[in-house]
């Protein structure tokens, strides 16, 4: 019942259109908090384990970065670190090209769905991947909300939605927050979702919703979200995009 049903991302509208150039101010402009927390990470240190290039790579491809963009891009940023260039194209490169159906069983992988992100592989020490909003320590998301600027009073608010478990709301109202609207006029379901969203607001694409009053509200226009307990069985793990993970454990398989 978990399953998720929406747009497929995989399928690339934006094939080409976004430059690598370009990632770091969308990261702070269109990314979802997972995402940008993932590029944060990913330019301080050069390098990300491999839970972290499984979602941030497949949410880069789903946004439009090509095969050959993907390649320069994760490139160029680990051999900066400790990765030398051979190492990255005999350890890496075949995962990228594997997760552009240009490998092995030449399946597209589709980028993860918050419900995924959410209900399963949660990070450990030393990982950036997941959702800020379920798999943070609420003292250091705080800090992160404070340091992206987000108001206090949206702070609170974003808190008490996390504390109720209600992960894709408080996402929500980051949105919100950090688009200068008061009402996000979609229900939030995916890392691509939001960034195709705050796309269309940027770029006037979307009539904005503003309610005078909107106290309350993000619990009533999103009743099809249930509040996601961790001791849930992860909701994902039969799902068809795990099947489709099988064989991919070659994607990035360096750690
Ligand atoms: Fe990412 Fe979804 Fe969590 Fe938002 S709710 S941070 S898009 S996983």
């Not at 609170?156 to 992960?167: C, D, F, P, R, S």
């Not at 001791?231 to 793990?237: D, E, G, I, L, R």
């Given at each position: 019942?978990?399953?998720?049903?929406?747009?497929?991302?995989?399928?690339?509208?934006?094939t080409?259109?976004?430059?690598?150039?370009?990632?770091?101010a969308l990261?702070v402009?269109?990314?979802p908090?997972c995402?940008?927390?993932?590029?944060?990470?990913?330019r301080?240190?050069?390098?990300?384990?491999?839970?972290?290039?499984?979602?941030?790579?497949?949410?880069l491809?789903?946004i439009?970065?090509?095969?050959?963009q993907a390649?320069e891009?994760?490139?160029?940023?680990?051999?900066?670190?400790?990765?030398?260039?051979?190492?990255?194209d005999?350890?890496?490169?075949?995962?990228?090209?594997?997760?552009?159906?240009?490998?092995?069983?030449?399946?597209?992988?589709?980028?993860?769905?918050?419900?995924k992100?959410?209900?399963?592989?949660?990070?450990s020490q030393?990982d950036?991947?997941?959702?800020?909003?379920?798999h943070s320590?609420?003292?250091?998301?705080?800090?992160?909300?404070?340091?992206?600027?987000?108001p206090s009073?949206?702070i609170?608010?974003?808190?008490?939605?996390?504390?109720?478990?209600?992960?894709q709301?408080?996402?929500?109202?980051?949105f919100?927050?950090?688009?200068?609207?008061d009402?996000?006029?979609?229900?939030?379901n995916h890392?691509?979702?939001?960034?195709?969203?705050?796309?269309?607001?940027?770029?006037?694409?979307r009539?904005l919703?503003?309610?005078?009053?909107n106290?309350?509200?993000?619990?009533?226009?999103?009743?099809?979200q249930?509040?996601?307990?961790s001791?849930?069985?992860?909701?994902?793990?039969?799902?068809?995009?795990?099947a489709?993970?099988?064989?991919?454990?070659?994607?990035?398989?360096e750690?």
């Open positions: 019942s978990h399953s998720y049903v929406g747009p497929d991302y995989s399928v690339q509208k934006n080409g259109k976004i430059s690598l150039e370009q990632i770091d990261s402009k269109s990314f908090l995402m940008r927390q993932l590029h944060r990470a990913l301080d240190n050069h390098h990300l384990r491999h839970g972290g290039r499984m979602q941030y790579g497949l949410f491809k789903g439009g970065l090509t095969l050959e390649l891009f994760w490139k160029k940023e680990f051999i900066r670190g400790k990765v030398d260039a051979d190492k990255f005999k350890g890496y490169a075949y995962s990228i090209r594997h997760s552009y159906g240009k490998e092995g069983k030449r399946t597209d992988y589709t980028p993860y769905s918050c419900m992100i959410i209900m399963s592989n949660p990070p030393g950036y991947h997941g959702c800020p909003f379920r320590d609420p003292d250091l998301l705080k800090q992160k909300l404070q340091a992206y600027k987000v009073s949206g609170t608010q974003i808190l008490e939605l996390v504390k109720g478990m209600h992960y709301l408080a996402c929500q109202k980051y919100e927050l950090t688009h200068g609207v009402d996000i006029g979609f229900s939030l890392p691509n979702q939001y960034f195709t969203e705050s796309q269309k607001l940027l770029s006037g694409g009539e919703k503003k309610e005078p009053n106290s309350g509200s993000s619990q009533q226009k999103s009743n099809s249930e509040s996601m307990n001791n849930s069985t992860p909701a994902s793990s039969n799902t068809t995009a795990d489709e993970l099988e064989g991919l454990e070659g994607y990035f398989n750690d």
